[in-house]
């Protein structure tokens, strides 16, 4: 059994759905499985579910473009993804607004949007942010801006491959995940990686921690999934291939884009 240490502020809740949104290719499908690993390592019942695009190749900044993940983490055994999520973390507005039209969010969802779009240099993003984020205050979303990607320039030359790891650690912070398994996690996702890729990623994850601690004034405590069966950290393909081999039968199975498969 792992523990976290308490936030004075930290609610007590029974289960909740987090998403990451971002355009293809900013690592938010990482983050969301290394923080539902985080999450089953510390007791509790998880089910996540990939974001995937509606196109192939879309635009970047469009609602077509969404690419991402679910994590539903409880305090009991979880079976599915669940309805409207509780919190989301965005790389930018527009991505949310696939989401919102599928229904995947309600009022009182709470978002945490990269705020740098407001002051983008091109006046037509800057103007695309600001109506975009009056709608979804409007329609109920507690929307907090944060300059999530600035505070990684201390730590990397390249915030859009990073901050996916620091973005693990505001989650983290939020959700009083053990940081010590954290970066386990951390270490087995980029084992193949230089020893100095390793630090970079570690130290992102700390600033993200720091930073959700310093900049939001909430936190969650989940309570552990109480059971004595021993369990297995696991996802839909490796459950699949353990069951085609404990039945001794010959498959082959296979899907057209790589990076969306495992």
């Given at each position: 059994?792992?523990?976290?240490?308490?936030?004075?502020?930290?609610?007590?809740?029974?289960?909740?759905?987090?998403?990451?949104?971002?355009?293809?290719?900013?690592?938010?499908?990482?983050?969301?499985?290394?923080?539902?690993?985080?999450?089953?390592k510390m007791?509790?019942?998880?089910?996540?579910?990939?974001?995937?695009?509606?196109?192939?190749?879309?635009?970047?900044?469009?609602?077509?473009?969404?690419?991402?993940?679910?994590?539903?983490?409880?305090?009991?055994?979880?079976t599915n993804?669940?309805?409207?999520?509780?919190?989301?973390?965005?790389?930018?507005?527009?991505?949310?607004?696939?989401?919102?039209?599928?229904?995947?969010?309600?009022?009182?969802?709470?978002?945490?949007?990269?705020?740098?779009?407001?002051?983008?240099?091109?006046?037509?993003?800057?103007?695309?942010?600001?109506?975009?984020?009056?709608?979804?205050?409007?329609?109920?979303?507690?929307?907090?801006?944060?300059?999530?990607?600035?505070?990684?320039?201390?730590?990397?030359?390249?915030?859009?491959?990073?901050?996916?790891?620091?973005?693990?650690?505001?989650?983290?912070?939020?959700?009083?995940?053990?940081?010590?398994?954290?970066?386990?996690?951390?270490?087995?996702?980029?084992?193949?990686?230089?020893?100095?890729?390793?630090?970079?990623?570690?130290?992102?994850?700390?600033?993200?921690?720091?930073?959700?601690?310093?900049?939001?004034?909430?936190?969650?405590?989940?309570?552990?999934?109480?059971?004595?069966?021993?369990?297995?950290?696991?996802n839909g393909?490796?459950?699949?291939?353990?069951?085609?081999?404990?039945?001794?039968?010959?498959?082959?199975?296979?899907?057209?884009?790589?990076?969306?498969?495992?």
């Open positions: 059994m792992y523990t976290a240490a308490k936030s004075p502020t930290s609610t007590r809740i029974d289960e909740h759905i987090v998403e990451i949104v971002s355009d293809s290719g900013e690592g938010a499908q990482r983050a969301g499985q290394t923080f539902g690993a985080i999450s089953a007791g509790n019942g998880v089910w996540t579910v990939e974001i995937i695009p509606a196109e192939i190749k879309p635009p970047t900044r469009s609602p077509q473009g969404a690419s991402g993940i679910r994590i539903r983490l409880g305090s009991r055994y979880i993804m669940g309805d409207q999520a509780n919190l989301v973390v965005a790389f930018n507005e527009q991505v949310l607004r696939g989401r919102i039209d599928s229904g995947a969010y309600e009022p009182g969802t709470s978002i945490l949007l990269e705020g740098k779009w407001r002051v983008d240099p091109s006046e037509e993003i800057v103007e695309q942010y600001k109506t975009t984020v009056a709608d979804f205050r409007e329609r109920g979303f507690v929307v907090y801006e944060l300059a999530m990607e600035e505070a990684c320039k201390q730590w990397t030359d390249n915030p859009r491959l990073g901050k996916n790891m620091f973005v693990l650690g505001m989650l983290c912070h939020l959700y009083q995940r053990d940081i010590g398994i954290a970066l386990a996690g951390i270490n087995a996702a980029f084992a193949k990686k230089s020893e100095q890729i390793r630090l970079v990623n570690e130290n992102l994850l700390r600033a993200g921690y720091e930073f959700a601690k310093e900049q939001l004034d909430f936190c969650y405590e989940v309570p552990p999934w109480p059971h004595d069966t021993a369990m297995i950290v696991t393909n490796q459950a699949l291939g353990l069951g085609v081999m404990a039945s001794g039968i010959e498959m082959v199975s296979m899907y057209p884009i790589t990076p969306a498969t495992s």
